[in-house]
T-cell receptor, first 113, second 115 residues
Framework: DVKVTQSSRYLVKRTGEKVFLECVQD?????MFWYRQDPGLGLRLIYF???????EKGDIPEGYSVSREKKERFSLILESASTNQTSMYLC????????????FGQGTRLTVV | AQKVTQAQTEISVVEKEDVTLDCVYE???????LFWYKQPPSGELVFLIR??????QNEISGRYSWNFQKSTSSFNFTITASQVVDSAVYFC????????????FGQGTTLQVKP
């Protein structure tokens, strides 16, 4: 069974903290993504990576950075968490080529207080 | 600009009713792909279907069917004889023809099926 695993289902962090959200996939996929899900806005792309150490900004990268040191792992970093980053974060992965379907993790609900 | 609009925020039906979820998209690309995903309460999005812009044939999979009409830029999803297990958030999404797999999502439609 293919899997995308996010390290936490729920996180509560304080304003100003540095926050790491981790995602691991076991399908040897080239592409990995971080999306943010907010009510009424759907999912919005924060960053994506198409190879190890490669990354590209998505639609809402401000306040975030990413790291991909190994093919199977893609980390989202909030350098200094703020309350407006309280949200559901979804990681996904896909193959390269042909508008592939994406496989999603179960999501991390982050609350910044 | 590329955009996906799901105008229905929430829909509530009684079990066994048919229900259609609307999706309208905007793109200037001639080659593109459309998707539907289901998000059950557990959280992870589950892939339902992918359609490319050159294939306007409707598709049926069990109780699910999809109607793709380029003339109206719509890709609607119908559930026949709905069941309680169909209760979820449903997302329509648009992708470029490229290889990256980046998706542009609609706002999502929450479907509640009551027994």
């Amino acid at each position: 069974d293919v899997k995308v695993t996010q390290s936490s289902r729920y996180l509560v962090k304080r304003t100003g903290e540095k926050v790491f959200l981790e995602c691991v996939q076991d399908m040897d996929h080239e592409n990995m993504f971080w999306y943010r899900q907010d009510p009424g806005l759907g999912l919005r792309l924060i960053y994506f990576s198409y190879d190890v150490k490669m990354k590209e900004k998505g639609d809402i990268p401000e306040g975030y950075s990413v790291s991909r040191e190994k093919k199977e792992r893609f980390s989202l970093i909030l350098e200094s968490a703020s309350t407006n980053q309280t949200s559901m974060y979804l990681c996904a992965s896909s193959n390269w080529g042909g508008a592939p379907e994406a496989f999603f993790g179960q999501g991390t609900r982050l609350t910044v207080v | 600009a590329q955009k996906v609009t799901q105008a229905q925020t929430e829909i509530s039906v009684v079990e066994k009713e048919d229900v259609t979820l609307d999706c309208v998209y905007e793109t200037r690309d001639t080659t593109y792909y459309l998707f539907w995903y289901k998000q059950p309460p557990s959280g992870e999005l589950v892939f339902l279907i992918r359609r490319n812009s050159f294939d306007e044939q409707n598709e049926i999979s069990g109780r699910y069917s999809w109607n793709f009409q380029k003339s109206t830029s719509s890709f609607n999803f119908t559930i026949t004889a709905s069941q309680v297990v169909d209760s979820a958030v449903y997302f329509c999404a648009l992708s470029h023809s490229g290889n990256t797999g980046k998706l542009i999502f609609g706002q999502g439609t929450t479907l509640q099926v009551k027994p």
